[in-house]
């Protein structure tokens, strides 16, 4: 229906009205991309697997991109989506790119402790504007260091 931000389509099947709604809405800042999960909880398959099929589609088109998934609104998520964020993580690194994260509340964060994925993430503890320039900034040193060893002393 127009007009209405959050769903992308809506249609009846069996005489139930069902909405399918954009679980991520993506806002490229600068060199970074922001994608906000919108949905307060990614927990059923439905939602994982359409979760896991936008993220990765938007990864696939554009490559080279910088991602920054925000989680402020995310309130609890299944451990399939942990699955599904180690497929976008991949698709980002193979289309030379990279996945950070941000705004995990501590029970989010608690599990990806637990599974030793804050060692395999960028995970920014602070709000999303805060990850974004911490983000800009670790592209911006990246850039540097890479000027800076073509250097050779003479």
Request: aromatic share 8%; net charge negative.
């Amino acid at each position: 229906m127009p007009g209405d931000a959050h769903a992308a389509q809506r249609y009846r099947s069996q005489g139930v009205c069902k909405v399918s709604e954009t679980l991520v809405e993506f806002e490229v800042r600068g060199a970074i991309t922001i994608g906000v999960i919108k949905a307060g909880s990614v927990l059923d398959a439905m939602n994982v697997s359409q979760f896991g099929a936008q993220v990765g589609s938007y990864v696939r088109q554009n490559t080279g991109l910088r991602l920054l998934l925000d989680f402020h609104l995310v309130e609890y998520l299944s451990s399939a989506v942990l699955t599904e964020l180690l497929r976008v993580n991949q698709a980002c690194k193979e289309g030379g790119g990279e996945l950070r994260l941000c705004a995990l509340n501590a029970d989010i964060k608690k599990v990806f402790e637990i599974t030793n994925l804050d060692k395999l993430f960028t995970i920014y503890p602070g709000p999303m504007e805060e990850s974004l320039i911490k983000f800009a900034r670790s592209l911006s040193i990246a850039a540097e260091e890479t000027a800076w060893s073509h250097v050779t002393k003479e």
